[in-house]
């Protein structure tokens, strides 16, 4: 049988508070994920330059704060892709990677994540 000490009750009576994030933290993890992607010729830099971010329709600025507990939360990611690879296979193993290291590192479920084509690398 085991006992609860007095500092058991005490930290089981306190509510956890908030966690948020800055937009430009996860605009970093995503751009992380989605440049290891085989297929994906966009820098890490540029990724960063160029992904969106926004909640409740409300596009929102890399200082921004997003709480982990947010809903509908929007990741728009533009990408140059290399012109050996399949497109559509490439945009979703990004989305799917993406979705997954946001989650695992964060705790953040994404209501969508948008992949733009937006440049091929032919040569």
Not at 8 to 34: C, F, H, P, Y
Not at 54 to 81: H, N, P, W, Y
Request: hydrophobic share 45%.
């Amino acid at each position: 049988m085991s006992f609860k000490t007095s500092e058991d009750v005490a930290m089981s009576d306190i509510q956890a508070g908030q966690i948020r994030v800055n937009v430009s933290t996860l605009t970093e993890i995503a751009g992380k994920a989605a440049s290891q992607v085989t297929g994906v010729e966009s820098s890490f830099e540029a990724l960063l330059r160029q992904a969106r971010v926004m909640v409740g329709g409300e596009l929102k600025q890399a200082q921004d704060r997003i709480a982990l507990e947010e809903k509908g939360v929007i990741l728009f990611l533009t990408l140059k892709l290399a012109g050996d690879s399949c497109f559509v296979e490439v945009a979703r193993e990004v989305q799917r990677r993406v979705r997954k290291a946001i989650q695992e590192e964060l705790g953040l479920l994404l209501h969508r994540i948008n992949v733009e084509i937006h440049e091929i690398e032919w040569l």
